[in-house]
């Protein structure tokens, strides 16, 4: 497969949003929700084609459809299609995994002269799998690591920032305990998942129970988007679930052994859970690709385990096998897949601490657990969540997680996750989202690919490959040529996984277990735990929680605090080149970059909010040594006696060829001041990132640099009147010459874990809707709503998403609810036409994301769905008309309140004919009209939203209740009457 860079190319203004009096201009072209994608069949209106694809008209734009010539590989990105090399946005997968769709309403889809698709990062397409069987010939289960062998670090790897390299004990043996392991299996489809088509999957995983009384801590994970199923004789990866004939289970729950078993081994509840049945549907049937699906099997876990916990029944009925399954019975099924599992629905009573929460997500898996801890939030009474860790997370929505403590660990050498999405977890959380007062981190750990920290992802299991394709590449590379190149920083497999198993541990024992000496790990100064501190380069950066922060600058705004003299110029810029919504501020990325999406992590686009503004910050460049840049303190902020640090965000520009160098400075009031290089308190901070000619590495990332107080003081600075810092260009490893860098915010503060608190917070979702297409340019309202209203103004920006132009959405702009409001109604002009489409109608992609003083809801994603009015070509039916959308925000809030019809009897006889007739409804939309589920027929309703209906009860209707129901086809409104049918027609007693 070729794939294509995403070459930015003009294209014609066509979507705007508005919101109230805020308009918001962009370029247009939408993507289909999976359910709505459909390849245009035989004599439909095909206006382009080629070898595999076709584009075809539909109501609003052109339905994109490419062939594969094999299934699709299971991976954790997303599959985009691209027009002459340029990105129609993320592509809806058919079920067998050999087609992909995009609805888009760009017109020169119908110009194309080839339309093919790579994945959304970029990443390799491959799929490998092993050549053989691991030797007892079933998927094996990772064993608890001790101290694995020493490797370098990397050649020229700077030393950690200055403090203790290693944490006093390992959180992988710091638990001697005894403890209990055992698999739990209610059946395939033993439970309803959530946003995902209305299938059931499996309610499975694994339950490390730590021996004696007592509750214990509860951790639970989620691992990412893999095969379901292995082939048992080629034993590659297999789609289907229930795993079809001739394949196995792939137990991606079992991959996370070696952390589990650590932590109870030191006293914590963990159970990892399985979602097989996600990852072989979500690209299919999930709008959000499984993000919803996946945080409520969490939460639907947590309430299993409470049940549990507490003594009382736990049953789940299986689809698949028709049998009604108790936890015993689940436990024992268990022993299929962990033979020596002895725990029984009695042991686990009392075990479990429900005040004292984590979750560990890895891949989709991450921003599972990220979505769990949002959709926790708009609960009526949360679980007690205390802390998160996002293992090489994918971040689609652009989702912000407010109250708890989070971790995301970023592996350098991903091939999978190849843009390290899952950076904006923390970035987009950083600068004021939330009013919470809680520590987050960000770690990369340099030579580790993305699917090695889970062991029944590694080969030679079945399904298993390096996702980090590129075995010569001589950084990341495997072969013996990369690894003789003297630049390579790849870790073994065992030394991967190890590091995994103590970060991820280290992390609970931290924020769960009250264990200090391992906050080192996460608080940004930079220890490691002993078992992987020779071999690994693990490089962190923190936000401490506000109460114990004071931010000078976050340089994210442009200010009369910071100026720039002589050679040095500063600014404030957001996002990489290539938007097609204007920009407020200039790109962060130099004139003429060609870093790729990849090598830029803070500002990645997200699939589903590309357009979204991506962390400002500020760019410093220099032609000389001669000026600086000057931040004067406020006069609020200049006594820091009470912290412990001074810390600043930053990283050398694109310019940088290998180092470069900067010299920091503090002056008091009196004029003293302390000095000290970049290079001196933490050189990654002006050190480029391993590069090769690989576009995912060279990457730009903030490192931190942190200045202890102690030197201030012990140069004689008044630490009560502190009045400047100053960053001055010096020489580097490049020499004497230019440079430039990034720097993002900048202030003091003193490291702890702060107070993790749930709290019932408003959700933010938007709301489908149905519109006709007409003939011309038109305007059309989606509304966006608040679960309850907010004490404090909430804002979030609504996505019209996908586009030809890069991987930028069609029309993106910030909706604001003012205290108390709870529904904005945002206008989404519509371009129609006077052609006959290909399908009946096309569902246009729409979500909100990187909400503040809110969450994300379980509806964050919705569709607007344009009715084809000019007639559909083929054999296909056309959709029933919607009528003229009226007042959405009163439209939605309808649905939750089913109008009544009105009956002309109330009693009627089998065969007697009852008008009835309602209001309400759209200025023509049809109505259906069923009774006890039967549809009768439809009517259309008059300009005033009224309808009428005849209703004619069956000869043969038995004497009994029956239910007439009238469901508007665009606006959704339901009214229902019931009657009574009794006696034969024209009998009395009536």
């Not at 459909?38 to 694809?53: H, K, L, N, R």
């Not at 010939?137 to 670090?153: D, E, F, I, L, V």
């Not at 930028?808 to 409001?821: D, I, K, L």
């Amino acid at each position: 497969m070729t794939t294509h860079p995403r070459i930015p190319r003009a294209r014609r203004p066509l979507v705007a949003l508005a919101a109230g009096l805020l308009t918001l201009s962009a370029t247009t072209a939408l993507t289909a929700l999976p359910a709505a994608a459909a390849a245009p069949g035989p004599d439909t209106a095909v206006v382009d084609s080629g070898a595999g694809w076709t584009v075809a008209e539909a109501a609003g734009g052109y339905l994109v459809s490419l062939t594969l010539d094999t299934a699709l590989p299971v991976k954790d990105d997303m599959p985009v299609l691209l027009a002459d090399g340029a990105s129609l946005g993320p592509a809806a997968e058919s079920a067998d995994g050999r087609t992909l769709t995009v609805t888009t309403a760009d017109p020169s889809a119908a110009t194309a002269t080839a339309v093919t698709w790579q994945w959304s990062t970029g990443g390799d397409d491959s799929a490998a799998g092993p050549g053989m069987l691991p030797a007892d010939s079933a998927p094996r289960t990772a064993q608890p690591n001790a101290r694995q062998p020493s490797g370098p670090k990397g050649p020229g790897s700077p030393p950690a920032p200055a403090g203790p390299a290693a944490t006093s004990g390992d959180p992988t043996t710091v638990g001697t305990g005894h403890y209990t392991v055992a698999d739990y299996d209610f059946g395939a489809q033993s439970i309803a998942l959530a946003d995902i088509g209305g299938i059931r999957g499996e309610l499975e995983g694994r339950i490390y129970l730590p021996a004696g009384g007592g509750d214990h801590p509860l951790v639970v994970f989620l691992h990412g988007r893999h095969s379901s199923c292995y082939n048992t004789t080629t034993l590659k990866g297999a789609s289907g679930w229930p795993c079809p004939a001739g394949t196995a289970p792939i137990l991606s729950y079992a991959g996370y052994d070696g952390a589990g078993q650590a932590l109870a081994a030191d006293g914590f509840t963990v159970v990892s859970i399985s979602a097989n049945a996600i990852n072989a549907n979500d690209n299919q049937l999930s709008p959000d690709d499984g993000a919803v699906s996946r945080g409520q099997l969490v939460l639907d876990t947590l309430t299993m385990l409470d049940a549990a916990n507490s003594g009382r029944p736990v049953s789940h009925h299986d689809a698949a096998t028709g049998q009604d399954l108790t936890l015993d019975q689940a436990l024992a099924a268990g022993r299929s897949t962990y033979p020596a599992g002895t725990i029984t629905a009695r042991r686990l009573v009392g075990t479990m601490d429900f005040s004292r929460i984590g979750l560990m997500g890895h891949s989709r898996g991450g921003e599972g657990v990220v979505t769990a801890g949002t959709l926790n939030e708009a609960l009526p009474h949360p679980w007690n969540l205390t802390s998160v860790f996002a293992l090489a997370p994918i971040d689609f929505t652009r989702a912000t997680l407010p109250d708890v403590v989070t971790t995301t660990l970023l592996p350098y050498c991903d091939g999978d996750v190849s843009d390290q999405q899952g950076q904006h977890f923390y970035a987009d959380a950083r600068d004021g989202t939330f009013s919470d007062d809680v520590q987050r981190s960000d770690i990369w750990v340099m030579g580790t690919d993305h699917d090695f920290y889970n062991s029944s992802w590694t080969p030679p299991y079945p399904g298993a490959s390096d996702d980090w394709s590129a075995t010569n590449d001589p950084v990341c590379g495997t072969s013996a040529t990369a690894l003789a190149s003297g630049r390579n920083i790849r870790l073994t497999a065992a030394q991967e996984y190890q590091v995994g198993s103590a970060y991820i541990a280290g992390f609970f024992e931290s924020t769960l277990g009250g264990q200090s000496r391992f906050q080192g790990m996460f608080d940004g100064s930079g220890q490691e735990p002993p078992s992987v501190a020779d071999y690994a380069d693990v490089r962190t950066v923190a936000r401490q929680p506000s109460s114990l922060r004071d931010d000078i600058t976050t340089f994210a705004a442009a200010s009369p605090q910071v100026t720039a003299t002589g050679a040095v110029t500063a600014t404030v810029c957001a996002n990489k080149y290539g938007r097609t919504v204007p920009e407020a501020l200039p790109y962060c990325t130099n004139p003429g970059s060609t870093l790729t999406n990849q090598q830029v992590p803070y500002w990645t686009p997200a699939n589903y909010a590309p357009n979204v503004p991506l962390n400002p910050m500020t760019h410093l460049t220099w032609s000389g040594t001669d000026g600086g840049l000057r931040v004067a303190v406020p006069p609020g902020s200049r006594n820091v006696s009470r912290y412990d640090e001074m810390t600043v965000d930053m990283s050398p520009d694109e310019s940088v060829t290998t180092g470069t160098d900067l010299e920091l400075s503090v002056t008091d009031t009196a004029g003293r001041t302390w000095r000290g290089p970049v290079s001196g308190l933490n050189p990654w901070g002006v050190t480029r990132m391993p590069a090769s000619t690989s576009t995912n590495l060279g990457k730009i990332v903030l490192q931190q640099v942190h200045v202890p107080t102690s030197a201030l003081r012990k140069a004689g600075l008044d630490l009560t009147r502190l009045s400047a810092i100053g960053f001055t260009p010096a020489v580097g490893a490049d020499g004497p010459v230019g440079g430039g860098a990034y720097l993002s915010d900048l202030g003091f503060d003193s490291k702890d874990q702060g107070a993790p608190r749930v709290r019932r917070r408003p959700a933010v979702d938007v709301a489908s809707t149905a519109v006709e297409e007409g003939a011309g340019p038109g305007t059309d309202a989606v509304a966006v709503y608040l679960s309850h209203p907010s004490a404090s103004p909430v804002t979030a920006y609504l996505t019209v998403i996908g586009s030809a132009t890069g991987t930028a959405g069609a029309a993106m702009g910030q909706v604001t609810f003012p205290p108390g409001a709870t529904c904005r109604a945002v206008r989404v002009p519509v371009t129609g036409d006077t052609v006959p489409g290909a399908v009946p109608s096309a569902a246009y992609k729409i979500a909100v994301s990187d909400s503040t003083d809110a969450v994300l809801g379980s509806h964050d994603f919705g569709a607007l769905t344009v009715r084809e009015d000019d007639g559909v070509t083929g054999a296909a039916t056309p959709a029933l008309p919607v009528g003229v959308q009226g007042n959405v925000c009163a439209e939605h809030s309808a649905l939750a309140h089913p109008g009544r019809l009105t009956a002309a009897d109330s009693r009627p006889a089998p065969g007697e004919t009852v008008p009835v007739r309602a209001s309400g409804y759209r200025d023509g939309e049809a109505v259906t009209f069923t009774l006890d589920s039967v549809v009768l027929g439809t009517a259309v309703a008059s300009s005033d939203g009224a309808v009428r209906f005849a209703v004619v009860i069956p000869a043969g209707h038995p004497r009994a209740s029956a239910v007439v129901s009238a469901t508007g086809a665009g606006s959704g409104r339901v009214s229902t009457v019931s009657l009574r049918v009794s006696g034969p027609l024209g009998g009395g007693g009536r």
